[in-house]
Structures are given as structure tokens and as C-alpha cells.
């Protein structure tokens, strides 16, 4: 499975949109995106995932570059709720049984 | 339904004791997996299922053994219990492609194992 590169931690204010990058320039034809977070001591939690095109559910909207070398996850009104460890993996599809997490993002949502 | 379900919560061993960590999903899922989480990391894959009576290794299976009889079951045994198996483990399960696939893999709420 393709590697992923995410900055170790962003700040966010409250009701403001976030958005938290990912790299993935060795991710093959056949890998789709997928996010995750975690919130303190939780199990992950899926958040939305996609191939090539751009996707949005009602939690988040993804972004993937033309090139699929990169990704950008959009929580467009981050709530305190939403501070957690947010992961980018790369894998083909009905594979997820296998993940392969990184370290993520911690996110801080602010007041 | 109730989702993943992981007992016990919290558990605290002595070096040598061997225990299970018991893992159940009511969602009718082929898969099944263990991952570990140490203090600062990600998640690290220890054992999979693809479904009943398949079981397969993850990055790190040294020191657990699993077994998978039903569909709904998934438990994972620790022999010989280390200090450096002190980590929180969470089970996941997702379903097989096919009508109405979500691609999604559940996770339970984790048990919090301490050796000493």
C-alpha cells in the first residue's frame, strides 16, 4: 500500500472551516483514499473516502488533486466536537479489513 | 444492532499470564481484525479474518493467536503475556464487496491491557 505524509497537528477555530492535507505520491491507479479520525480514547471512526473525484457526505468533503498525489479533507464548520486524530490511508478498494494507519493529524478545534 | 462489541474494557496482567480479548460484531461482516495502539502511534494491524475458519498475520503478530469458528466472533489470545504488549486493542470489522457495499470498517470501543 501507498505511503501517507500528514503534518503532525493544526489549530482551527470554531465554525471556521478546516482543512487537513494529505500526501500520497506513490498511491497506484487502483488505491482509493480513505479518512478516518479518532477522537480520545475512541475507536476510529470513518469519515469518507474516494477514488478520483471529488466527495462529500454529511460529515466532511474530500478533495483529490488531478494528479492523485494529494488529498485535502474539509470539515466545513469545525465544531469542538470535531478535535481529534484525523488518518489518511491509501488502499484498494475491500481491502480496509487490512488498514495501515500512520501517526494522522491531531486537530484542535478552538473556541 | 450493537456494532462491535470488546470485553473486557480494561484488564491488568502479570508477565506470563496468557488471557483473551473478546471481540463480537452483530453486522454480519466476512471481516474481521486486531490492531494495537501504542501511546502516541497509530494503529498497527496484529491478525485479520476474511471469514469464518481464515485467519491471516498482520505487521505485528508475535506474542497472539486467533482463531475464527463463527462469523460473529473474533477472539484474540495472548499466550505469554509481555510488558511490551501494554497497549490499548481495538477490534474492526467491514463487509465483503457486494450489493450495497460501504467500504467502511467499524471499530469497537478498545480494551485498555496492562502488563506489569
Known amino acids: 500500500d501507498a505511503k501517507t505524509t500528514q503534518p503532525t497537528s493544526m489549530d482551527c477555530a470554531e465554525g471556521r472551516a478546516a482543512n487537513l492535507p494529505c500526501n500520497h505520491s506513490?498511491?497506484?491507479?487502483?488505491?482509493?483514499v480513505y479518512w478516518y479520525r479518532q477522537i480520545h480514547s475512541q475507536g476510529p471512526q470513518y469519515i469518507i473516502h474516494g477514488l478520483k473525484n471529488n466527495e462529500t457526505n454529511e460529515m466532511a468533503s474530500l478533495i483529490i488533486t488531478e494528479d492523485r498525489k494529494s488529498s485535502t479533507l474539509i470539515l466545513p464548520h469545525a465544531t469542538l466536537r470535531d478535535t481529534a486524530v484525523y488518518y489518511c490511508?491509501?488502499?484498494?478498494?475491500?481491502?480496509?479489513?487490512?488498514?495501515?494507519f500512520g501517526k494522522g493529524t491531531l486537530l484542535t478545534v478552538n473556541p | 444492532n450493537a456494532g462491535v462489541t470488546q470485553t473486557p474494557k480494561f484488564q491488568v496482567l502479570k508477565t506470563g499470564q496468557s488471557m483473551t480479548l473478546q471481540c463480537a460484531q452483530d453486522?454480519?461482516?466476512?471481516?474481521m481484525s486486531w490492531y494495537r495502539q501504542d501511546p502516541g502511534m497509530g494503529l498497527r494491524l496484529i491478525h485479520y479474518s476474511v471469514g469464518a475458519g481464515i485467519t491471516d498475520q498482520g505487521e505485528v503478530p508475535n506474542g497472539y493467536n486467533v482463531s475464527r469458528s463463527t462469523t460473529e466472533d473474533f477472539p484474540l489470545r495472548l499466550l505469554s503475556a509481555a510488558p511490551s504488549q501494554t497497549s490499548v486493542y481495538f477490534c474492526?470489522?467491514?463487509?465483503?464487496?457486494?450489493?450495497?457495499?460501504?467500504?467502511?470498517?467499524?471499530f469497537g470501543p478498545g480494551t485498555r491491557l496492562t502488563v506489569l
Open positions: 453486522m454480519n461482516h466476512e471481516y
Open positions: 474492526a470489522s467491514s463487509p465483503t464487496p457486494g450489493t450495497g457495499f460501504t467500504d467502511t470498517q467499524y
Open positions: 506513490t498511491i497506484s491507479g487502483n488505491e482509493y
Open positions: 490511508i491509501v488502499g484498494i478498494r475491500g481491502s480496509n479489513y487490512k488498514l495501515t
